[in-house]
């Protein structure tokens, strides 16, 4: 069973965020990037199915700019065996990301493709729905347990007020969870066996796939600050402002 990775560069989940001065997007320029959280889990989650056993090899595949191939090769360190970059300077909106991601598919024939839930920079939470929707795949979102026996992948899913368990028929589109797994802490030898690994670039014009935007962004600004809390003597005090000051009672 081979199974597909999309891994997104994105700005590191510590670097504080500042929105560009004229309002057109977040500034980038000198911050560090890394790989989408939810992405290392689905890397993870891949390298443990190859380890048990399940899967024969697993494939990391990033869309964008020429750094990304310092994501893939981190995917690699964690156990992906080769990488695939689709280079392009232009913006990817995930519609573009999961056609590119289709196209891939048709060529590869994986039997599982596991994309993080959502990528942090822009919270879309749609690569993974509209990619099982093009290629008409059984998809199961926010994966917490993920079992493959017998060509059908069990799934749960972490859904408002519990937890949701469901069978699907291979292939499938899978997408990972913050509780998954804890992934791997990546060693220096890993890093360097990666380096050796293949990695094929590609361009979007070479699978046939038009990435032109489909959505405008009008203005991206910072939340309003929050102003300072206020300690109350009592109760009583606490219940007249709840009332009088806030109206929320
Ligand atoms: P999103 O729909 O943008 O929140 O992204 C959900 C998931 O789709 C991510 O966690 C990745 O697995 C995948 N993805 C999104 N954009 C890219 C990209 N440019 N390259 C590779 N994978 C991507």
Request: proline letters at 6%.
């Amino acid at each position: 069973m081979k199974v597909l990775v999309p891994v997104k560069r994105v700005v590191d989940y510590n670097v504080k965020v500042r929105v560009k001065s004229d309002g057109t997007g977040v500034d980038v320029a000198n911050v560090k990037m890394s790989m989408n959280p939810f992405d290392e889990i689905a890397v993870e989650e891949a390298t443990r199915l190859k380890e048990a056993g399940k899967a024969t090899e697993v494939v990391a595949v990033s869309c964008g700019v020429t750094q990304c191939q310092e994501t893939l090769r981190t995917a690699m360190a964690i156990g992906a065996d080769r990488g695939i970059l689709v280079e392009t300077d232009a913006e990817l909106q995930p519609l573009a990301v999961a056609k590119l991601l289709k196209a891939l598919a048709d060529k590869e024939q994986p039997q599982l493709i596991i994309l993080g839930k959502q990528a942090i920079d822009d919270d879309c939470n749609q690569t993974g729905q509209m990619l099982a929707a093009l290629l008409g795949w059984p998809q199961a979102t926010f994966a917490s347990k993920v079992t493959i026996d017998n060509g059908k992948a069990t799934v749960t899913r972490e859904v408002d007020g519990g937890l949701e368990t469901v069978a699907l028929t291979l292939p499938a589109v899978v997408t990972t969870d913050l509780r998954l797994n804890e992934p791997r802490y990546v060693t220096l030898p890993n890093i360097m066996k990666a380096k050796k690994k293949p990695l094929e670039v590609v361009k979007p014009a070479d699978l046939g796939v038009d990435v032109a935007p489909r959505l405008k962004t009008l203005k991206v600004s910072e939340p309003p600050k929050r102003s300072a809390g206020i300690k109350v003597p009592d109760v009583a005090t606490l219940v007249t402002k709840l009332r009088n000051e806030a109206k929320v009672i």
